[in-house]
């Protein structure tokens, strides 16, 4: 029922061995190295550069680092392969800021590519990405008349930044039959059951269109120092082949380039140990969980976050929870008796709710250890208060967050502050949780957030929510080690670069490395050599490293070209 490590890895065709010097290694076991030696797959030492001169020799492959950072490749813990792809490769519409606008953008890529979605084709449906109305002046959606205007009669799907509603065509929703489902509103915006049928309808792509979107996706997740990824597949997001495909890019000795490795999550509901077995086998893949976005309620931008109280910005509307407490603690009582990790996509307070009151009944059901040890995960969970937080570390259950949801719509004057009011001031509690003894990963949501782990690690530091930021540190293990951990990745020594442990990490060019904490009361930074922590990227500089070289278990993904051999 999970994934082997063995099995996952890409084809080595021979042994190498690599030296890397001349730079900064992010190792637990020497805060001063400045090598290290890679012996196939696996990291054979670390040390320091008066060590490596005498190490070298003429059968090893010496990389000169010329003073950059090498350390752990990061975890996304929570992305969406396709998803990612089809918003990388169609209509980009993060940048427009009125509904004039967005029209103005459909109307020009319907001109400059007719018949093609700006990838793979699909019979013309124009696919986009990224709009958010909350930015606009005027929020104003447009209708789906007036989509069907801009595209020349062609379908169009233009998902939301949060991928919880779209904008669609007239054509789209007469072909997807969204009429009188729920979330079928008088403009152009669908949610709920009409967001899930115009998505089916429009993501109806053959087999090798979502093999190239996945591809771009892990492509881009390379070149950006990521080593692996967890996809939240579910039905009504993809099909069962959708994830297929992404788990067969773990295959050894496929063709075509290696790639992060991907730890596939499937949503299913399951109401019974047996239907729950039977779920497995009917994927046909094996999976780390029936787990990630099996959602107990929305997102805030489209208000179907499950809320206690109502929007700030819309009186009478808490949003929409889809799991009834019973249906969630089925769900959980079988997966724990099957020793598989559940989990549902919980955003608002009402939602986390039931998602606690579903871990009580399910304990009670089970027992407490059996929940325990299972490993249940909860994606997102930006709304908990410290009752909640007490719950969550009880029953050991690891939150995936998104640290780049606060950047994006954390803070005073933001989406959050119009949706939710005061409500928004202690959301994403990572310090809190951290003090909790909660276990925590990050990752990107991607599309909804860029695969840019860096902006990721900043985000952590510069929670809007002074109390709530945590350190450099903390936040960087958060995106390397805790993800293996939280896939309970059957190598322990995944994440960390030791003897023994495996040749995954990633190449930085970087301005400066320091030590950073999180408490404003005293010196942020540091490179006091004392400290004996392990440098990081000062992340104050208005930058982000630059990845030079991607390698997961000892082979390369990516390489920028720019690092001496």
């Known amino acids: 029922m999970t994934a082997s490590p063995s099995e996952s890895r890409p084809a080595t065709p021979e042994r190498k061995v690599t030296l890397y010097r001349n730079g900064s290694v992010y190792t637990a076991a020497d805060p001063f190295a400045t090598a290290m030696l890679v012996d196939g797959d696996t990291v054979a030492w670390v040390g320091s550069e008066q060590a490596a001169t005498s190490i070298a020799d003429d059968s090893m492959t010496i990389v000169d680092l010329q003073g950059a950072l090498l350390a752990p490749g990061f975890v996304d813990s929570h992305v969406h392969l396709t998803e990612t792809g089809i918003a990388l490769e169609s ?21 400059a590519a007719p018949g093609s979605t700006g990838a793979a084709s699909d019979g013309g449906t124009i696919l986009g990405h990224g709009w958010d109305e909350s930015l606009w002046s005027d929020p104003t959606l447009p ?8 595209a020349g009669g062609r379908p169009v799907y233009l998902s939301r930044v949060d991928v919880h509603s779209a904008l669609v065509s007239a054509s789209l929703a007469t072909a997807a039959g969204l009429s009188g ?37 892990l492509a881009r997740a390379a070149a950006n120092g990521y080593v692996a990824l967890a996809e939240m597949g579910a039905p009504h997001i993809g099909g069962v082949e959708d994830l297929r495909i992404a788990a067969g890019w773990n295959d050894a000795g496929r063709p075509g380039p290696a790639t992060p490795e991907v730890l596939p999550y499937w949503g299913q509901l399951a109401g019974s140990e047996a239907e729950a077995r039977s779920i497995l086998a009917d994927l046909g893949v094996s999976v780390l969980g029936l787990a990630g976005d099996l959602n107990m309620d929305g997102s805030i931008g489209s208000r179907t976050a499950a809320l206690r109280e109502d929007y ?22 079988a997966c724990s008796l099957l020793g598989l990790q559940a989990g549902f996509h919980v955003i608002g ?9 579903a871990l009580d009944q399910a304990a009670s059901e089970v027992g ?3 929940v325990r040890a299972a490993g249940h995960r909860l994606e997102h969970v930006e ?31 933001s989406l959050y502050a119009r949706r939710l009011g005061d409500r928004q001031q202690g959301m994403n509690p990572f310090g809190s949780f951290y003090s909790a003894g909660v276990p925590v990963c990050f990752g990107s949501d991607s599309p909804v957030t860029p695969l840019s782990p860096w902006s990721s690690v900043r985000a952590c530091l510069e929670h809007h929510d002074e109390g709530e930021r945590i350190s450099a540190r903390a936040a960087f293990l958060g995106h390397t080690r805790a993800g293996w951990r939280a896939a309970r990745y059957r190598n322990p020594m995944a994440g960390q670069l030791v003897p023994g442990a495996p040749a995954s990490f990633a190449v930085w060019e970087v301005e400066e490395l320091m ?10 930074w540091s490179t006091d050599p004392r400290a004996r922590t392990p440098l990081l990227p000062a992340l104050d500089t208005g930058s982000d490293p630059v990845c030079l070289q991607t390698v997961r278990d000892g082979v390369e993904l990516y390489a920028s070209g720019s690092l001496g051999r």
Do not use: C, N
């Not at 209708?143 to 801009?150: I, P, Q, S, V, Y």
């Not at 030590?515 to 942020?524: E, I, K, L, N, T």
């Open 349 to 357: 307070d009402a939602g986390l709710d039931a998602a606690l009151e």
């Open 312 to 333: 700030s910005d819309a009186p009478g509307e808490r949003g929409t929870r889809y799991l009834s407490v019973d249906e969630a603690a089925a769900h959980i009582a």
């Open 91 to 111: 209509l980009q519409l993060g940048q427009v800021r009125s509904g004039a606008e967005l029209l103005d953008a459909v109307a020009r890529h319907a001109a």
């Open 515 to 524: 030590v950073q904490v999180a408490d404003g009361r005293v010196q942020s």
């Open 181 to 217: 489902l729920d979330g079928f509103g008088p403009d152009g915006q669908v949610k709920r059951a009409a967001h899930t049928a115009a998505r089916r309808a429009a993501r109806d792509l053959p087999a090798t269109a979502l093999r190239g979107y996945q591809q771009a996706a």
């Open 143 to 150: 209708g789906r008349e007036e989509l069907e205007r801009a």
């Open 368 to 370: 407490e250890q059996r």
């Open 383 to 413: 709304l908990a208060d410290a009752a909640a937080i007490e719950r969550l570390a009880k029953y050991s259950v690891t939150v995936s967050a998104q640290p780049v949801f606060d950047a994006l719509w954390g803070g005073p004057d």
